[in-house]
């Protein structure tokens, strides 16, 4: 048998996660960028939330989109404390020293991509999803043996949840237009880096596999 990581999703076992696309870390308000002078947010995150308001997030939703019609489990994880003070949190995110409270505004998922119904919510507090939740046991429970993947942020979190998916015996597919880092370069970057651990795919390709995969009862659905 020929093994490769190039095989189209089987929509009853996958699932589609994205990775910390939340208040912190995705709107203008976020404890991320609440304390920057307008000038500052600009010239630090002004090409960041161009990107993502105009191009990434609406990517976002079109997957989600597609992925609820295909039968695919739509899955988040946030960075969120299981404490209010964020005590529970690992050694580098209190190095790095940020806090996103347990229950507060910053760690629900932004609007445009809000969960529904009973879609799973993971709260993290360490880059890896795999690490600080449960994530491997619910999806091991669901019957998901290809995970893709779509987040923020693509050389930090994004390429922590490609790196252990992959070791932990997932076949994973990366969105790239659908993750997002502060530069382009880094970006492209980490694109580069995290390949060999993962299929990649743009939106558009993805929408395609989807609609070739639907049969004519569920187009009718």
């Known amino acids: 048998m020929t093994l490769s990581r190039d095989i189209p999703l089987v929509p009853e076992q996958s699932a589609l996660l994205f990775v910390d696309v939340q208040n912190f870390a995705a709107h203008r308000d976020g404890a991320e960028f609440k304390e920057l002078s307008e000038a500052a947010f600009s010239e630090k995150y002004g ?17 989600q989109t597609a992925c ?4 695919i489990e739509v899955l988040y994880t946030t960075i969120e404390s299981l ?25 629900k998922v932004i609007d445009q991509i809000a969960p529904e119904g009973d879609e799973i919510v993971f709260p993290k507090s360490s880059s890896s999803v795999f690490v ?12 998901t043996r290809q995970l893709v993947i779509s987040g923020l942020i693509t050389d930090q979190c994004v390429e922590s949840a490609i790196r252990d998916a992959c070791d932990l015996g997932y076949l ?13 370069e880094r970006h492209e970057n980490s694109l580069r880096a995290i390949k060999g651990y993962c299929r990649q795919v743009t939106t558009e390709q993805l929408l395609d596999e989807l609609r070739d995969l639907m049969t004519p009862e569920a187009e009718r659905a």
């Open 132 to 143: 600080s939740t449960h994530i491997d046991y619910v999806l091991r429970n669901l019957g």
């Open 47 to 63: 090409w960041f939330f161009n990107e993502l308001d105009s191009r990434v997030i609406p990517n976002m939703q079109a997957i």
């Open 83 to 107: 404490t209010l003070d964020g005590r529970d949190r690992s050694l580098d995110y209190k190095i790095t020293g940020f806090n996103v409270p347990k229950g507060s505004w910053d760690g």
């Open 172 to 184: 994973v597919t990366q969105v790239t237009d659908a993750c997002l880092t502060y530069t382009p």
């Open 68 to 71: 609820r019609h295909a039968g």
